[in-house]
């Protein structure tokens, strides 16, 4: 849902929890990992307001997994984070889908105390969606991908997987 005050193509700032991960292949048009697209799904979605109060705008919303995000580490189902983010889309419909550039991103509802790192490269986070998603849940898997970040892992000393399991 839009509220009155929000317009398209304008930078807002944002709080939600983290519902988990996915990768988005939407713009594959065969097997090519190269174009596979890390992304956080959030649910409740709240926007700050002129009367800085946070009011709820959509149940659930897609988030680019960018290097801002991947710079707080590895997240956690119900964690809640605050970001700025632009609307990119003047339909309201649309709004889970048209969140874009996040920015000035913190967790604000921590639940982990350790934290283990989350790769920078697009790629490497792909293969770490793929592993903590597993390959039985209908979203795209590559044991390439997932061999690849687990090389990372081994490389830096990190555990691999999820910091939860």
Not at 30 to 59: G, H, M, Q, R
Request: net charge negative; hydrophobic share 35%.
């Amino acid at each position: 849902m839009y509220l009155p005050f929000m317009r398209y193509n304008h930078r807002y700032t944002f709080k939600a929890d983290i519902d988990g991960f996915k990768v988005n292949d939407e713009y594959a048009s065969s097997i090519d990992e190269d174009l596979y697209k890390p992304v956080v799904t959030l649910e409740n979605v709240y926007c700050l307001d002129p009367d800085d109060k946070f009011k709820l705008v959509a149940i659930g919303a897609d988030l680019n997994y960018g290097k801002q995000l991947a710079q707080l580490g590895q997240l956690a189902k119900g964690e809640t984070i605050q970001f700025n983010a632009r609307i990119v889309s003047p339909w309201a419909h649309k709004l889970q889908e048209d969140l874009r550039n996040p920015t000035k991103v913190s967790i604000i509802k921590p639940l982990m105390k350790e934290r283990y790192p989350v790769p920078d490269n697009e790629k490497l986070r792909v293969g770490y969606i793929m592993e903590v998603n597993g390959s039985m849940n209908g979203q795209p898997y590559s044991s390439d991908l997932v061999q690849q970040y687990d090389d990372w892992c081994d490389t830096y000393g990190y555990k691999k997987g999820f910091a939860t399991d």
